[in-house]
C-alpha cells in the first residue's frame, strides 16, 4: 500500500492555521517547505517563500525557510531557482550558511553546472568574488567534505581536470582532506572514508 503524499496535508494545514486564525510562523513555513520539498513539489516550496514575504514579521522567510526551499529546487534540477533563492535571502540580509551553501552546491552538482560550482567554490573559500557582495562569505561560511565532494563531482563530469586539481589541493591546504599519511610510502594514500568523487 502507497503511502499517501505528505506535501498537500502541509498546505492545509497551513489555511486551516489561517482559518483558525492562528497566523503561521517561520518555523510553520519551514516544516510546509520541508514536507513539499522532500516529495519533489519545489514549485509549491517557493511559492511558500513567496507567501512568507507578503507575511508579518514573524512568517518572513528565514535562513531554514530559504535553505529548505533551495534544496527542493536543487533535487528537482532547478538550479536556477536554487541560485535566484540563494540571492533573495542575502537581500533579504540573511548571511548564508555552511548549510545553505551546501544546499546550493547539491542543485549545482544535480544540474551539472561545473562553472557555477567553481565560482561559487572560490566565493566560499574567499578566493574569487562573484560580484554579488558576498566578499564576507570566507568570514561567516567554509566549505567541509560535503561541499568538496559536491564541487568535485560537478567539476569531473564536466571533465574539469585542472580545476579539479586546484579545489583538492584548496581542500588539502584546508584540512579538510588528507590530514595526515601513516601510511608506509609517502607516495601511499589513505582513501579508505573518503566520498567517491573525492577518492
Excluded at 61 to 66: E, G, R
Amino acid at each position: 500500500e502507497e503511502s499517501e503524499d505528505l506535501w498537500p496535508k502541509a498546505l492545509d494545514l497551513l489555511k486551516q492555521m489561517d482559518r483558525d486564525g492562528v497566523k503561521p510562523d517561520g518555523f510553520c513555513y519551514s516544516s510546509a517547505i520541508n514536507c513539499c520539498g522532500a516529495e519533489g513539489r519545489w514549485e509549491e516550496a517557493c511559492k511558500l517563500i513567496e507567501t512568507m514575504k507578503k507575511g508579518g514579521p514573524k512568517s518572513r522567510p528565514n535562513k531554514v525557510a530559504y535553505t529548505s526551499a533551495i534544496s527542493a529546487c536543487g533535487r528537482a534540477g532547478q538550479a536556477s531557482k536554487a541560485l535566484e533563492l540563494f540571492q533573495n535571502m542575502r537581500e533579504d540580509g540573511l548571511v548564508a550558511d555552511r548549510v545553505a551553501y551546501n544546499a546550493l552546491f547539491s542543485a549545482l552538482r544535480v544540474s551539472e553546472d561545473a562553472d557555477k560550482a567553481y565560482e561559487l567554490w572560490g566565493e566560499i573559500c574567499g578566493t574569487r568574488s562573484t560580484g554579488s557582495s558576498m566578499s564576507t562569505a570566507r568570514a561567516i561560511a567554509s566549505p567541509d567534505i560535503i561541499t568538496l565532494t559536491d564541487c568535485i563531482a560537478t567539476l569531473s563530469r564536466a571533465g574539469y581536470t585542472r580545476k579539479m586539481d586546484e579545489v583538492f589541493r584548496q581542500a588539502v591546504e584546508r584540512g579538510i582532506v588528507l590530514k595526515g599519511n601513516d601510511l608506509d610510502s609517502h607516495c601511499e594514500v589513505d582513501l579508505s572514508g573518503l566520498p567517491f568523487p573525492v577518492a
